[in-house]
């Protein structure tokens, strides 16, 4: 009996299984699409926040692939790419090809709120304005994607002409057309340039504006509206101040000697730079803590800074676990080399020569304060331990341990929190961090190179010129006063070189180096050096790494995967 009322059971339940029509139809994936994302607020704000991935900052250390530092990471990309295997296929870790997936989720958004179905509130003044201020950040951050992809591919192509990268202003869904051809470098620059101007059209200048400060297309609405929508909740944003920073930057890039070469872009930029710098009272607003902006992160003392990620809620110290010197527990893993500490001057603002009393048997005695900032040098104190890299170092002398100890006498300390401790019982002080973006000293240097190039020393563009800019940056960084090096420089050429040099010293470690020396045309094979203390003497300039950039490696590549999709890309010359 239960044997038959088990086989009852089961074939009732195979009758019902059979008998239903959609039993066994695939069921939906239940995931959002793109008629979901245009009627629902977040879902859309969530293609423009892709927007705000793949920014660069000053975390890329780059600058172990340049003449100011080598990794002692044995298969760190930027030493292989520095070591002559830099190639279109599989090692070129600066490329941005990638930053093109940011550039389409943002005209997806924009053909998003171009359908004008997003309800972001129900009062039809705030909507507005969300609309307004939403579509200006989707253009500037076009168009900054835009420019890194130029700033990394732009160069001569195998035509002989020099070229952009392809613009690509709308939403290509997955089986389009991806096959468009790479607009001249010019073209290029004036279709970022009008998305950056679209952009300032509908961004305010800054959030959390106070009523009297509204700008003009914000004027007729409510204010308590208007700060809604626009107010300090949004810091950090993107805003006007920002792309204004952003286009002089682009036109400072444009007009360098490895592309455009041009008046007209040299002038846009001091002349944007300038207006901008204005706003903060010009040289007199060059923040006081600009040398060591890193050293202690205040949110209510962020005078040094254009843009920035917010800052780090839980505190860490990754970054210092990788910089650190071995001997209190770090990897060394980045180190400036013989080279970038010659760069700096002695303490009387002269280069530093013998003749202007630099001492080569007691190397780092009243120089440029920065060095001591930026460089832990020989028998200094960081981290927690001092630091000795010669004689006696232990793990930290000159190629003590692989792929720990320092390859040059010299570990980083710019960028580093000093304060962070990675304790030997494996406990640690861990401190909070941000990203920089933007900072108003790069800002500042963009107009002293851009007005030099014009007019030069002192060529005067809205109240300032480039010795203004030069003076207050050296003064700041602890130079004797008066200046008289600075002084004794009255040609544009003498002023390149010296604007050049400041660039290298106040931006080292931020990334800016690498894309230097491109648009410059400067050397990319210049050896990079060491330095050792035996005891009693110091030998300084000793090779460490032969660099082996082809000659052609000023204009970077296109990856090799894309021109083999796509035959109407344009390879750079000699990749």
Known sequence: MKNITKYITIMFVLISIISCDTILEPIDENRLDFDFVSSDPASAEGLLLNGYSRLTSQFSFSEAATDDAVTNQLSNSFKRMALGELNSQFNNPLARWNNFESVLWLNKFLEVIEAGEIVWSQDEEINEMFYLRMEGEALALRGLHHFYALQAHAGIGTSGELLGVPYITEFIEADGDFNLPRLSFQATVEAIMADFDAALALLPTDYGLSAGDVDPLYAGFDFNNYDVVNGSLYDLRMSGRIVRALKARLALFAASPS???????????????????????????????????????DENNDAEMIWRSSIQNTPTSSIERDMFPPSVNGRGSINPTQNFVDAFPMQSGFPATTANGYDPQNPYANRDPRLDKF???????????????????????????????????????????????????????????????????????????????IGGPDQQINGMTPRDVIAAIRERAGLDQPDSYLASITSMEDMRELIRNERRLELSFEGHRFWDLRRWGLPLNETAEGAFFDGNDYTLGIPVEIRNYPSFATYMPIPNAEILRFPALEQNMGW
């Open 259 to 297: 592309f455009l070469n041009d008046q007209g872009y040299y002038n846009m930029a001091a002349t944007d730079a300038s207006e901008l710098l204005n706003t903060i009272g010009g040289v007199s607003g060059l923040a006081a803590n600009g040398v060591d902006y890193y050293v202690d992160y």
């Open 375 to 453: 460089v832990v040098l020989n028998g200094t104190s960081f981290g927690g331990g001092t630091i000795n890299t010669g004689v006696g170092g232990g793990i930290d002398r000159l190629d003590s341990i692989p792929e720990f100890s320092t390859q040059t006498g010299y570990y980083l300390k710019k960028t580093l929190r000093p304060d962070v401790r990675l304790n030997n019982d494996g406990s640690t002080v861990n401190q909070r961090h941000y990203n920089v973006y933007f900072r108003y000293t790069e800002l500042f240097l963009i107009f002293a190179e851009a007005a030099n190039e």
